[in-house]
């Protein structure tokens, strides 16, 4: 079973939507946590459309762990995505409330890794890296961690430096297969091969540009025409496959790297 994490060095690539895509096209049930600092509950207020606002998240595993009880409170704040699989940990509602993360993190790598040994997959959108309050022990401490980038000049320049910032990190730690690119709109205009090349990573998912299924995963909208079929849902199923290879190739060298967190 997998922890992973999706997070973007700069503008807006896609984190959100391919994070709310692959939970909801995952072969098995998922936890999708919502970890982007910035805050503004973007999944509750986007694919949810706000109609089932959960009234607790990140801020009150935060206060349970100041009290001891962080591993009772998951569930308290985990809600169910009603007719699908996937549940949900929101994120905060104020980009105020990042500090408060900061000492939660570690302990919720813990506790999302425990998770994971009992076989629960676990999707975090860590958002932006590099904010204050930034989720890097669930960067650090997944069995992958994909850098989201669309494939034009301007999104492959803002990648460029993380990429490598991230490269040396993943390989002082001892496990560079852990961090792999997931790309946005493959081939709009370059192609994964060289994004992989300007990027010095391997392409692990590749999402096809599809504006109008994307806006149901992004927006809550309603999904058009021939929406299962679309380039994006079956790109989706494919990064799926792609990504539940990849960590299962994996965890023999995660495990060497770092004894017992296979
Ligand atoms: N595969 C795709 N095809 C077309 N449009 C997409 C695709 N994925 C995402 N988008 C669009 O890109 C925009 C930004 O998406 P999203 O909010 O998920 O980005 P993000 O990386 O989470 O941004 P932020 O860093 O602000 O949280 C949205 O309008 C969304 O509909
Ligand atoms: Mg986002």
Known sequence: MALITLSSASGSPGVTTTA???????????????????????????????????????????????????????????TAIRNTTVTLIPGTRAHGQARSLTSL??????????????GQ???????????????????????LTLLTTRCDLVALS??????QTLRNQFDEQGAPAALGLLVVGEGRP?????????????????LAWDEHAAAVFARG?????????????????????AIQGRVAANRDQLAAATPGRA
């Not at 803002?158 to 990429?163: E, T, V, Y």
């Not at 370059?190 to 590749?206: D, G, H, I, M, Q």
Request: proline share 8%; glycine share 8%.
């Open 190 to 206: 370059y192609s994964t091969r060289e994004v992989s090349a300007v990027l010095s990573l391997p392409v692990t998912a590749a």
């Open 20 to 78: 709310v895509g692959l939970a909801l096209s995952w072969p098995r049930p998922v936890l999708l946590v919502e970890a982007d600092p910035t805050g503004g509950s973007a999944i509750a207020a986007g694919y949810l459309r706000g109609d089932a606002a959960p009234s607790d998240s990140l801020i009150d595993l935060a206060f349970a762990h100041r009290n001891g009880t962080l591993l009772e409170a998951i569930p308290s704040v985990t």
């Open 105 to 118: 993190w570690e302990p919720l790598t813990e506790a999302l890794r425990a998770l994971d040994a009992l």
């Open 158 to 163: 803002g990648s460029r430096s993380w990429a």
């Open 221 to 241: 909208e309603s999904p058009p025409r021939r929406f299962q079929g679309s380039a994006l849902l079956r790109s989706l199923h494919s990064a799926a496959t």
């Open 121 to 143: 997959d676990v999707i975090i959108d860590a958002g932006r890296l590099g904010l204050v309050g930034s989720p890097e022990p669930l960067i650090h401490g997944a069995d």
